[in-house]
């Protein structure tokens, strides 16, 4: 018997360990917190200047990561919002709608600017206030709403070019009311063209995310854009309901639920305020048999998995041809093994916090619901933090057209597969939906590609990509998905008549 000392066993269980830890992951890299500062309180951000809401009452945002408060911020009451709509009214008259075009545009650039000199402080907080990947917000939100207060501003002398042949004139006062799952983003959409055409905004943020949207108040204030042209309110539902419902809001433009879109329509039908919906989705992503399978199941862990599925056009819904279908699952498993779930700070990160204790809720009555109608479920089998609101990687096979999980909107990191056989099939499923948002194709053929985007009803289709946007192209909605466009030249024309 070969004798083994201390040492050499030592040594031997060393080498062993090395062999078969297979458990390793990417040292932390977090980003640091302390290089954004956020106020223990915020005001309303009326005329220019921060005023106290008349009812003296705060509510806290949290962190959803960690559920520690980071900050409160005021409540408007309706008082709030008739001072606010003054306050844009007064600015538009007297002064926004006068100004010459190009000026108009200067103070716009600005404000781009203004956003990429902060782009580091605005992406730690949007991650710390909404719970999603840095690397997101870094790379994706904060520049995307860069590029369209850039995109804007160039048009705002040019709209002789925009519109030819017609002269426009802008609305009056725009009431903007904003999500949570791209807080800042969505802000930059609104705000953006609003200003462009010569209208005056009052701006509500979700009640869950509103530190970006506060601090790109601050950004206004700095840039020395007139007082009362861009106002920005907090509070919740009863918030929004009270612009919707002012007597001198001109257009009411919304981000949200297509229940409160309805809320919105019904309350606003027989006076004359235009509108704009931006509402739910339930995208469907098909993948044919020709396509390069590799690329189109990194394409659909992107559109699913995407800001924790916190996405209205987020591709939930996945139609595999049937020749495929095994293969597809088994890369989609192995793939979902592989994504990082855990602190949004972390630039490792791929799967951040769920928004809020309601969202998870929801998502957990989704994922209950889905076994209940006899869908199989998969999840990661990734180790979630202890505190905050969190929810794996999950996705659904043998799921039934006609399931809810594959027709209602679920809003999280939550995949249904389903399955087809011919083109004709997959279209009658894929449109076989409340929605229109947006849709997925990936195949080798071009000419599938044409086939299948002109018969398939949804606002936006990419093709061999997802979840792409630029400013310069339209984004919105058929059927409960809402109307209206936003970006790009429909974008400027949510905010004008037409005249001649
Ligand atoms: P929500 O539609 O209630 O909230 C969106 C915004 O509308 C917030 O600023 C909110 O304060 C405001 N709001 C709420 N009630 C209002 C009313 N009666 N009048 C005017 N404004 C009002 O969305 P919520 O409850 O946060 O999320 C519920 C579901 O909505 C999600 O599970 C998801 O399915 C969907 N959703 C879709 C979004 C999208 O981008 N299309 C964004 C957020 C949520
Ligand atoms: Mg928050």
């Not at 979840?467 to 400013?471: E, G, I, L, T």
């Given at each position: 018997?070969?004798?083994?000392?201390k040492?050499?066993?030592?040594?031997k269980k060393n080498?062993?360990?090395?062999?078969?830890?297979t458990?390793?992951?990417y040292a932390?890299?977090?980003?640091?917190?302390?290089?954004?500062?956020i106020?223990?309180q915020?005001?309303?951000?009326i005329?220019?200047g921060?005023?106290k809401p008349?009812s003296?009452?705060y509510?806290?945002t949290?962190?959803p990561?960690?559920?520690?408060?980071l900050?409160?911020?005021?409540?408007?009451?309706?008082?709030?919002?008739?001072?606010a709509?003054?306050?844009?009214?007064?600015?538009y008259?007297?002064?926004w709608?006068?100004?010459p075009a190009k000026?108009r545009?200067?103070?716009?650039f600005?404000?781009?600017?203004?956003?990429?000199?902060?782009a580091?402080e605005?992406a730690?907080?949007?991650t710390?206030d909404g719970?999603?990947?840095?690397r997101e917000?870094?790379?994706?939100d904060?520049p995307t709403?860069a590029n369209h207060f850039?995109?804007y501003?160039?048009?705002?002398?040019k709209?002789e070019?925009a519109?030819?042949n017609?002269?426009?004139?802008p609305?009056?006062?725009a009431?903007?009311?904003?999500?949570w799952?791209?807080?800042?983003?969505?802000?930059?959409?609104?705000i953006?063209?609003?200003?462009?055409t010569?209208n005056?905004v009052v701006?509500?943020?979700a009640e869950?995310?509103?530190l970006?949207?506060?601090?790109?108040a601050?950004?206004i204030?700095?840039?020395d854009?007139p007082p009362?042209v861009?106002n920005?309110?907090?509070?919740?539902g009863?918030t929004?309901?009270?612009?919707?419902?002012h007597?001198?809001?001109?257009k009411?433009v919304?981000?949200?639920?297509?229940?409160?879109?309805?809320?919105i329509?019904?309350a606003i039908?027989g006076?004359n305020?235009?509108?704009?919906l931006?509402?739910?989705g339930?995208a469907a992503?098909?993948i044919?048999e020709?396509?390069?399978?590799?690329?189109a199941?990194e394409?659909?862990?992107n559109?699913?998995?995407?800001?924790?599925?916190?996405v209205?056009c987020?591709g939930?819904?996945l139609?595999?041809?049937?020749?495929?279908?095994?293969?597809?699952?088994?890369?989609?498993k192995d793939?979902?093994?592989?994504?990082i779930?855990g602190d949004p700070?972390?630039?490792?990160?791929?799967?951040?916090a769920?928004?809020?204790?309601?969202?998870l809720e929801?998502i957990?009555k989704?994922l209950k619901?889905?076994?209940q109608?006899g869908?199989e479920?998969?999840e990661?089998?990734?180790r979630?933090?202890s505190?905050?609101f969190w929810c794996r990687p999950?996705m659904f096979?043998?799921?039934a057209?006609?399931?809810r999980?594959?027709?209602e909107?679920?809003f999280?990191?939550v995949?249904?597969?389903?399955?087809f056989?011919t083109?004709d099939?997959?279209?009658?499923?894929?449109?076989n939906?409340p929605y229109?948002l947006?849709?997925?194709v990936w195949t080798?053929?071009?000419?599938?590609?044409?086939n299948?985007?002109?018969?398939?009803?949804?606002g936006?289709i990419?093709a061999?990509?997802f979840?792409?946007?630029?400013?310069t192209s339209?984004?919105g909605g058929?059927?409960?998905?809402?109307?209206?466009?936003?970006?790009?030249l429909?974008g400027?024309?949510?905010?004008?008549n037409?005249?001649?």
């Open positions: 018997m070969p004798v083994v000392t040492k050499k066993a030592a040594a080498v062993i360990k090395l062999k078969f830890d458990n390793w992951s932390p890299a977090p980003e640091s917190k302390s290089a954004a500062s106020n223990s915020y005001d309303l951000f005329n220019g921060w005023q008349s003296k009452k509510f806290n949290i962190n990561a960690t559920e520690e408060t900050s409160e911020v005021a409540d408007a009451s309706e008082t709030d919002v008739n001072k709509v003054t306050a844009a009214r007064n600015a008259e007297k002064y709608k006068k100004i000026e545009g200067k103070y716009i600005r404000i781009a600017r203004m956003i990429q000199e902060k580091r605005l730690i907080i949007e710390l719970g999603k990947p840095i917000s870094r790379d994706f904060v709403a850039f995109y501003a160039g048009w705002a002398d709209l070019y519109f030819p017609r002269r426009t004139e609305l009056g006062v009431g903007q009311i904003i999500p799952n791209f807080p800042l983003l969505m802000a930059a959409w609104k953006a063209p609003a200003l462009a010569g005056t701006l509500k943020p869950t995310t509103p970006t949207a506060l601090k790109l601050e950004i204030q700095e840039s854009l009362g861009v920005i309110i907090t509070g919740a009863a929004g309901a009270a612009m919707v419902n007597p001198d809001i001109n009411i919304f981000t949200g639920s297509t229940e409160v879109g309805k809320i329509q019904r039908a006076t305020k235009k509108v704009t931006e509402l739910g339930k992503n098909i044919f020709d396509a390069p399978i590799d690329q199941v394409g659909v862990i559109g699913i998995y995407f800001n924790q599925g916190h209205c987020a939930s819904r139609y595999v041809q049937e020749s495929i279908v095994k293969e597809v699952i088994r890369k989609l793939r979902i093994e592989t994504l779930v700070l972390d630039k490792n990160t791929d799967i951040g769920i928004n809020s204790q309601q969202q929801t957990h989704y619901l889905g076994k109608e869908a479920m998969y990661s089998s990734c979630l933090p505190k905050g999950t096979t043998n799921v057209q006609s399931s999980i594959a027709q909107e679920i999280g990191p995949l249904s597969i389903l399955t056989r083109d099939e997959v279209i009658e499923k894929a449109n939906s229109g947006s849709a997925g080798d053929k071009g000419s599938k590609i044409f299948m985007t002109k018969r398939m009803r949804a936006v990419w061999n990509t979840n792409k946007f630029d400013p339209p984004f058929y059927k409960e998905s809402g109307f209206g466009r936003e970006g790009g429909h400027l024309s949510a905010y004008v037409l005249i001649g």
